[in-house]
C-alpha cells in the first residue's frame, strides 16, 4: 500500500503560480511512476503530468506544457508540480497518483493503483 497525501491548492489570479505536493509513505517511493491529474466540475479527471521512477522520463499534457513542470524528490518521497502562468481554464481538484509501470497508458488513470485526497486550486481571472 502507498498513502497520498496532496497539499498545496489555493486560489491564485491568471498568471500567477502554484507549487503542489504530495507526501507518500508506505512502498519504497523511489519504484513508483509518480502523476498529476485533475478534475473540473462536470468533466472527467484528465492527465496533466507524469514522471518516471527516476525522473528519466516525464511527460505533459498540451494544455500544460511550458507552464507546469514535475518534479520528484525520491530522498523526501514527495512529488511536486511547479505550476505557472495559471489560466481560468486551470480550475480544478488536482490528484497525485502512483503507477507501477511507465509505458503507453501513463496518461490514463486505469494505469495507477494509488490516488491522494486531491487538493483544489482556482484560478480567477
Known amino acids: 500500500q502507498v498513502q497520498l497525501v496532496d497539499t498545496g491548492g489555493g486560489l491564485v489570479q491568471a498568471g500567477g503560480s502554484l507549487r503542489l505536493s504530495c507526501a507518500a509513505s508506505?512502498?519504497?517511493?523511489?519504484?513508483?511512476?509518480m502523476g498529476w491529474f485533475r478534475q473540473a466540475p462536470g468533466k472527467e479527471r484528465e492527465f496533466v503530468a507524469a514522471n518516471s521512477q527516476r525522473s528519466i522520463s516525464t511527460l505533459y499534457a498540451d494544455s500544460v506544457k511550458g507552464r507546469f513542470i514535475i518534479s520528484r524528490d525520491n530522498t523526501k518521497n514527495t512529488v511536486y508540480l511547479q505550476m505557472n502562468s495559471l489560466k481560468p481554464e486551470d480550475t480544478a481538484v488536482y490528484y497525485c497518483a502512483a503507477a507501477t509501470r511507465w509505458g503507453i497508458r501513463t496518461t490514463g488513470t486505469s494505469t495507477y493503483d494509488y490516488w491522494g485526497q486531491g487538493t483544489q486550486v482556482t484560478v480567477s481571472s
Open positions: 508506505g512502498r519504497t517511493f523511489s519504484n513508483y511512476v
